[in-house]
C-alpha cells in the first residue's frame, strides 16, 4: 500500500514570513472601509513592504537577484526559501497597494469635488494631504558627477521613493518614471529618497540635458 503525504504549502514552513492576518483581512475589504481608514491601510500596507525589503537587503538580495549557481544548484549563502517568500508577499503587497492608492484617489476626488461638504471636510481635507509615500522603489548607482542627480544632493546607493507623481505603486517597471522625467526636461520634480542612513529626504530635481554627460539624470536606476 503507498501512503501519500501533502506537503505543507511554503508558507507554512515559515510562518513568520506570512503577512499578518489582520491585514490581509482589511485589504480584502478594501473597497468598504471609509475613507480615513483607507489611508491609515495604506501606511500599514507600505511598513509591512518595507520591513520585507529589509529582510531582503540583509541577506544581500533583490528581487531578480539569481538564486541557483550557474550549475543550476540553490545558493548555499542564503536563505532561499525565505527569499521565495518574501518575494511572494512583496509581489502580493505591490499588487494590493496599487489597487489601494487607486481607490484612494478616486474616494479623494469625489471628497475635493463635493462642495457641500466643504464645511465639515476640513480636517479630513488635512488629512488627505498627508498622504505620502515611504516604499523604495528603485535603487539610484553610478551618479555622475555634476550631473543633474548629484546636483539635486543624491547619493550613490540612494533608493528612490517617489519622482513627480510616480512612486511603488504606479512606475510599471520604471517604465513610467522614465515617462515622467521625458515629459518634465529642464522641470523642478519634487522627488523623494531613502538615503543610505534610512532617513526619508525631500529634494528637487530637474531633469535636463544641459551638462557634460549621458541622459537627463546622470545616474543608473534599478528596480528593486
Known amino acids: 500500500m503507498t501512503v501519500s503525504a501533502e506537503l505543507p504549502e511554503p508558507h507554512a514552513l515559515l510562518t513568520n514570513r506570512q503577512i499578518d492576518s489582520s491585514l490581509t483581512d482589511r485589504i480584502s475589504r ?20 518595507d520591513k520585507l525589503y529589509t529582510t531582503l537587503h540583509d541577506q544581500g538580495i533583490g528581487m531578480d537577484t539569481p538564486l541557483i549557481t550557474p550549475n543550476g544548484f540553490p545558493r ?11 518575494r511572494r508577499n512583496i509581489n502580493m503587497l505591490k499588487n494590493d ?13 469625489a471628497h475635493f469635488s463635493n462642495d457641500q461638504n466643504a464645511a465639515g471636510g476640513s480636517q479630513l481635507r488635512e488629512d488627505a494631504m498627508d498622504i505620502d509615500y515611504t516604499v523604495p522603489f528603485a535603487l539610484i548607482t553610478e ?33 513610467n518614471l522614465q515617462n515622467e522625467v521625458i515629459n518634465n526636461e529642464n522641470k523642478t520634480l519634487k522627488i523623494r529618497i531613502l538615503s543610505t542612513n534610512q ?26
Open 30 to 49: 478594501f473597497r468598504e472601509i471609509p475613507l480615513a481608514e483607507l489611508m491609515e491601510l495604506k501606511r500599514n500596507v507600505e511598513s509591512e513592504l
Open 76 to 86: 548555499a549563502d542564503i536563505d532561499v526559501l525565505e527569499v521565495r517568500l518574501v
Open 97 to 109: 497597494l496599487n489597487n489601494l492608492m487607486e481607490r484612494l484617489h478616486a474616494l479623494l476626488n
Open 143 to 175: 551618479i555622475a558627477p555634476n550631473g543633474p542627480v548629484h546636483l539635486a544632493g543624491i547619493n550613490n546607493g540612494d533608493k528612490l521613493i517617489s519622482c513627480g507623481v510616480i512612486h511603488a505603486a504606479n512606475h510599471s517597471r520604471l517604465k
Open 199 to 224: 532617513q526619508i529626504m525631500d529634494l528637487q530635481l530637474t531633469p535636463t540635458r544641459n551638462w557634460n554627460g549621458r541622459g537627463l539624470l546622470g545616474c543608473r536606476l534599478q528596480e528593486l
